[in-house]
Each structure stands twice: as C-alpha cells, then as structure tokens.
C-alpha cells in the first residue's frame, strides 16, 4: 500500500494516507450526521451533527492510527525494522522488513493492536461516564459512547483468527509455536481468511437482496479478506520454497542505471531500444541514488512530451522504491515487491547500490528450486552482464 500524503514521523516511524481514506471519512462523516446522530440526539442545529460528525470521524481515524502505531513500535523493540504505516481505506497497514524470528515476537507484534484498541475503548467509556457525570450535551456523550463502541468492536474483529487480521497472525503464532513451521501455519491462517471472506461475501449478498442495508460494505470487506489472505498464502508457499536464499544469491549485480536529468526521448533512443531491461535504478553523478523508472512509467508520458520530461520527473522516488540489504533473506521481502516499482527492489550495502531484483529474478530462483537446486552457495545464480547465463531482466 502506498501513501498518497505523508504525514510525518511518530515514533520514529514514517506515517502516511492512502487516497482511499477519504472513503471511511465520507462514509462517517455522512453517516453519522446524516442519520445516526439526528436520530438518536434529535433537537440540535445540523451545524452541531456536522460537528460531531467530523470529530468523531478523526478521533476514530487516530484510533487506527495508534492500532498499528503500536504494532510498528513492538516491531521495532523486537529488532524488525518498519518502513511505515498507511491509512487506507479499511484501516492501516504497518509495512515490516522482515518477520518475527520466533513464535512469541509474531504473537507480541499482532496481540499488540487489539489490546490498543481495547483500552481506547476503556478510555473512551470513562470518558463517557465523565460525560454524564458532568452533564455534558447528549451530543458529546453520544459521540463518546459511539467511539467506545467501534473501538471494542474493532479489537473484536480483528481477534478474528483469520489473516490478514491480527487474529489470523495469533492464529499463526500458535501454530508456529505448536508446530514449529512457520510457513505452514501462515498457509494455514490464510485458508482460515479465505473461508472467513468468503463468509462476509455471503452475508453481504444475503443482506443486499433481503434490503437489511449495509450488504456492499460486507461484500468490500470480504473481498478485502480473501484478495489479502490469497496473496499471504501465495508469499508463504514462496517462501518456503525460497527458504535460507539471501538477496545477493539471487539479484541482478551491476544494474544498468540511467541519468535522472536526461529526458526521455533521448533514454528511449539511446537506452531502452538497445538494452533488455524494462527498469533502470537513477544516480546521480555522486554515486546516489534518486530513484527507479520502469518503462510502464515512460509509457504514461505522451510521446510528444518526451522530448521535454527528464526521468526524474516520472521516476518511482526512492523513498517509495523497496531498499534491501544483501543478507536480507528473500522469504522476508516478498511482500515488499510491489507498488510503484513494479515488483522491483534495489540491494544496497553501505548506501552503495550493488544490485536489482525483479520477478524474473524471483522466478528463476523458484525453477531452480524447484529441479532440485539447493547449494546456491555453490553457485553463481547472479545474472551478469555478458556472462554466459545471457542478458539480465530487470
């Protein structure tokens, strides 16, 4: 998930928002002074329900936000390095370099979130009470009592022990600790968020043809679920395959790398026609790299503008381009190969970059894997420039 606005750093950690978290603002926002509010707390101004409305709607979003501020922080105290954390849509996401070294860390790191979002449930509720107490507008009271209610509810949910919610990854810390293999307790976690998707895509349907309301917002989350819990398994089942490989065994060494100041009619002319790569890392004349272009970035840019785009204008920046050390093991940064890279990630070793990986380059290490190659420390899998393994696809 990539952020569309950073928001700075908590924590030491990198925050951001997606695009679509305008969506459960607008949802929120519109629902609760659209209905909920007025017809619970009926007699007030609609300057006083938008009001309401909107303060309930950020307080909540603070709330996602400290759900998985506290998963990056236990993350961190637990050696695993986290790249940030972005609000979306259904919530957030905390990006980890890496997994838990043992079953106990994977249970911390995932219990963590809904036991944040239980005790601002508690805080809330006193808050309620102190309300009351104080004789405050039943409006305030109102607001307070319904953050307490969606903060319980969403440390309930996401005790579901389904992936990709936290109880899918307590789900898989037990099984890891039961049975001692963590890619097949992940497998196993993920089937359960397949099954449990598949479910609230039941629901929805049966809600939507039977006017309960709310039917849409199931079938969007279930089909949330399932996507995520299929591509969990699908990153498991490589990972197992890929166990113990590093990403120097199998990146590209040596990427051709392209100036972020020349424009794209003359990379075209002089590069991309003439080299079989379809990304190419920028430096700058120092040795630092700027970013990565992909030829499906060149092709957003109309060709009669080519002339006057540099690379660097339609370049993926750096800081949303995967960045691995070379004994990264590559189980841990499959999940990382995406976004606007396409799939790529770039090795560096002391800010000095030494390599590319792609798919192609996942891929091969798979088929090799798979006809039964397993000392890769015995051999050079690295495609090189001019080597008889033939030309590198990055």
């Known amino acids: 998930m990539t952020e569309t606005v950073r928001l700075g750093t908590i924590a030491g950690v990198r925050v951001g928002l997606h695009w679509s978290v305008l969506g459960i603002v607008v949802l929120l926002v519109f629902g609760l002074a659209g209905g909920l509010l007025p017809e619970q707390f009926p007699g007030e101004p609609a300057a006083a329900y938008i009001l309401a409305a ?25 050696g695993i390095e986290v790249e940030g954390i972005t609000l979306w849509l259904l919530g957030g996401v905390a990006g980890l370099r890496g997994e838990a070294k043992d079953a106990a860390t ?24 102190a309300s009351i107490t104080l004789d405050a507008p039943d409006l305030v009271s109102g607001v307070l009592g319904y953050l307490t ?3 319980v509810l969403l440390a309930l949910f996401n005790l579901i022990p389904a992936a990709p919610l936290d109880g899918g990854r307590i789900l898989r810390a037990m099984l890891w600790a039961w049975r001692g293999d963590r890619p097949q307790a992940q497998i196993w976690s993920a089937r359960a968020g397949r099954v449990f998707g598949l479910i609230l895509i039941a629901l929805g349907l049966f809600s939507l043809f039977s006017d309960y309301g709310g039917g849409l917002w199931w079938i969007l989350i279930g089909l949330f679920v399932v996507t995520m819990a299929s591509a969990e398994e699908h990153h498991a089942r490589m990972g197992a395959v890929l166990a113990g490989l590093r990403a120097r065994d199998i990146m590209t060494a040596d990427p051709d790398t392209a100036d972020p100041d020349q424009d794209v009619a003359e990379f075209v002319h002089d590069v991309a026609m003439v080299r079989r790569h379809s990304a190419f890392p920028l430096l700058r004349p120092g040795g630092e790299v700027q970013g990565m272009v992909t030829l499906n970035r060149i092709r957003s840019v109309p060709r009669e503008q080519h002339s006057e785009t540099t690379l660097g ?3 993926c920046p750096i800081a949303d381009v995967p960045v691995i050390r070379p004994d ?9 190969l995406s976004g606007c890279a396409d799939g790529r990630a770039l090795v560096m070793d002391g800010g000095r970059l030494v390599g590319i990986i792609s798919p192609s380059d996942v891929s091969r290490a798979v088929s090799l894997r798979g006809i039964g190659v397993d000392d890769f420390n015995g051999a050079d899998l690295t495609y090189r420039r001019g080597s008889d393994m033939g030309s590198p696809r990055s």
């Open 54 to 78: 909107l303060v309930a709607t950020a307080l909540f979003v603070l709330s996602l936000l400290a759900h998985e501020v506290g998963h990056a922080v236990v993350a961190t105290r637990n």
């Open 106 to 129: 994977d249970f911390r790191i995932a219990g963590v979130g809904p036991l944040i979002s239980l005790g601002l449930g508690g805080v809330f509720l006193a808050a309620t009470w």
């Open 149 to 151: 209610t969606i903060n």
């Open 313 to 315: 204008e339609i370049s």
């Open 328 to 336: 990264e093991l590559v189980s841990d940064i499959l999940v990382r």
